[in-house]
């Protein structure tokens, strides 16, 4: 099972990722955790990354999908499933993915959408910014974070809505209701 866990900044793909790697015993990529790794351990990579990820801008998909294809090769080729964790973000890095997945014999199996107003996730990411320290959660990167997802990463929601993958999650209400909803929509999509 290869799922996608879709959304905006702050909208939960952390938290819900950690649960399903629970129950399912799924295997993990966040492409924001990678980038955040090259960054603390200063490699050449990790230079690059910081300056689009302290503007709140993408890495540019040659590079974020080339990342993503050494990850997989790396860690996940021999794994029954992955949750792919803020990838992808445009509509080329979901044609990636697909081509990423074929050529190791897998398919993409679902994509959880979390979806959550404006308005929350800024709360939220504030509140994540003040409790971690995360560098790209303050106010004015959260806002461009924000443009960045309205205008190039919402379209896959209707690029997956039309292949009859994209499972829509309320996302704004507490993390044990959202993740019911999440495997009752994984179960159903199943059957
Ligand atoms: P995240 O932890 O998923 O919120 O990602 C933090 C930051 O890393 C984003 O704001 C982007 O700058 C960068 N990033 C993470 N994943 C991607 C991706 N798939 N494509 C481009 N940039 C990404």
Request: hydrophobic share 30%; charged share 35%.
């Amino acid at each position: 099972m290869n799922i996608v866990l879709f959304g905006g900044p702050g909208s939960g793909k952390g938290t819900q990722s950690e649960k399903l790697i629970e129950k399912y015993g799924l295997h993990h990529i966040s492409t924001g955790e990678v980038l955040r790794d090259h960054i603390k351990r200063e490699t050449e990579l990790g230079k690059i990354a910081k300056k689009y990820i302290d503007e709140g801008q993408l890495i540019p998909d040659d590079l974020m999908i080339q990342i993503l294809d050494d990850v997989i090769e790396k860690e996940a080729k021999d794994k029954p499933g992955v949750i792919f964790d803020g990838f992808p973000r445009t509509i080329p890095q979901a044609e990636a993915l697909n081509q990423l997945l074929k050529k190791r014999n897998k398919e993409l199996h679902a994509v959880v959408g979390l979806e959550v107003p404006d308005d929350e996730l800024v709360k939220r990411m504030i509140n994540r910014g003040k409790l971690t320290g995360r560098a790209d959660d303050n106010e004015e990167t959260i806002k461009k974070r924000l443009n960045v997802y309205h205008s190039q990463t919402s379209p896959l929601r209707e690029h997956y809505k039309k292949q009859g993958k994209y499972l829509a999650i309320d996302g704004s209400r507490d993390i044990d209701q959202i993740f019911d909803s999440i495997i009752k929509e994984l179960d159903n999509h199943q059957k």
